[in-house]
């Protein structure tokens, strides 16, 4: 069975300071991993995903994210914030040849002015 | 397109009631998402479909809990009899296939907030 952790509930960041949200994963298979976003009082998006290929992914507001198969893990990485990266953070994982994905906790970014 | 589609956007119902929500997926997509949010357990799946046809439905608390997915432009998460511990926030979500087994973009929608008193 899969599983995702998200060790950090909460990380606060000052403005224009860079941020690093943690994520491992579980999984006797290979796997598919998905960073989403949430914003207040919405449903979740994509941010960025890793499916094969170079083990850095980006997406297009600046965040990027690294797959390392020794550490299962994918952590989310910004070099500087702003105020509206303010959100809820999900990483996800999903077997390959399954849509069903498994969600960790999530991380709540908070960027202090 | 106007994405994924939930009515209502809020219900407050008293327990025992019957609780409907709706979702409309994205056009053409082929997958459909049940979704349910809580404080203490996050975001949790509660059964998925697959043109229509029930997947997965491991994640679906208990007998109360039931899905259907008529068309594939309509589907409906019915509670009967609801509970107070079945407030949270359901999401539905819809994928298309691509050309990648799984891996595939859940879009999501707006969410339904459900009180049960």
């Known amino acids: 069975a899969q599983s995702v952790t998200q060790l950090d509930s909460q990380v606060p960041v000052f403005e224009e300071a860079p941020v690093e949200l943690r994520c491992n994963y579980s999984s006797s298979v290979s796997v598919y991993l998905f960073w989403y976003v949430q914003y207040p009082n919405q449903g979740l998006q994509l941010l960025l995903k890793y499916l094969s290929g170079s083990t850095l992914v980006e997406s297009i507001n600046g965040f990027e994210a690294e797959f390392n198969k020794s550490q299962t893990s994918f952590h989310l990485r910004k070099p500087s914030v702003h105020i509206s990266d303010t959100a809820e953070y999900f990483c996800a994982v999903s077997d390959f040849g399954n849509e069903k994905l498994t969600f960790g906790t999530g991380t709540r970014l908070t960027i202090i002015p | ?117």
């Open chain 2, 1 to 117: 397109d106007a994405g994924v589609i939930q009515s209502p956007r809020h219900e407050v119902t008293e327990m025992g009631q019957e609780v409907t929500l709706r979702c409309k997926p994205i056009s053409g997509h082929d997958y459909l998402f049940w979704y349910r949010q809580t404080m203490m357990r996050g975001l949790e799946l509660l059964i998925y479909f697959n043109n229509n046809v029930p997947i997965d439905d491991s994640g679906m608390p208990e007998d109360r809990f039931s899905a259907k997915m008529p068309n594939a432009s309509f589907s409906t998460l019915k509670i009967q009899p609801s509970e107070p511990r079945d407030s949270a926030v359901y999401f539905c979500a819809s994928s298309p296939v691509t050309g990648t087994s799984g891996g595939n973009e859940q879009f999501f929608g707006p969410g339904t907030r459900l009180t049960v008193l």
